[in-house]
Nanobody, 125 residues
């Protein structure tokens, strides 16, 4: 089964940028649609974006559209989340997720059965 590993989380000042990575040391990486979510204590996991298997189709919700961009490099077995103009409310644990059933992926959390361990993003004001 695919295993995901997020990285790139750190402390960043408000207004700054950060790029998170999600890697999987398996050649079947391109068989999975991928997504980013985040979670803060006491809240449900929030959907941030999804990318198709090939990387040609992406969707980012209005809540972060214009600031967050999702991409992937199937040669490097890596997905990215580029985050710009970060705000204190962006502080959370960020997770990547994978699912194999659909080409384009889904926005619903329960559709994903493979998750990374998360990476902490802290935004200082």
């Amino acid at each position: 089964q695919l295993q995901l590993l997020e990285s790139g989380g750190r402390v960043v000042q408000a207004g700054g940028s950060l790029r998170l990575s999600c890697t999987a040391p398996r050649p079947t990486f391109s068989s999975y649609a991928l997504a980013w979510f985040r979670q803060t204590p006491g809240k449900e996991r929030e959907f941030l974006g999804v990318i198709s298997r090939s990387g040609t189709v992406t969707y980012v919700p209005p809540s972060v559209k214009g600031r967050f961009t999702i991409s992937r490099d199937n040669v490097k077995n890596t997905m990215y989340l580029q985050m710009n103009s970060l705000k204190p409310e962006d502080m959370a644990i960020y997770y990547c997720a994978a699912e194999k059933g659909g080409t384009y992926g889904y926005i619903e959390e329960h559709r994903y059965d493979i998750w990374g361990q998360g990476t902490q993003v802290t935004v200082s004001s």
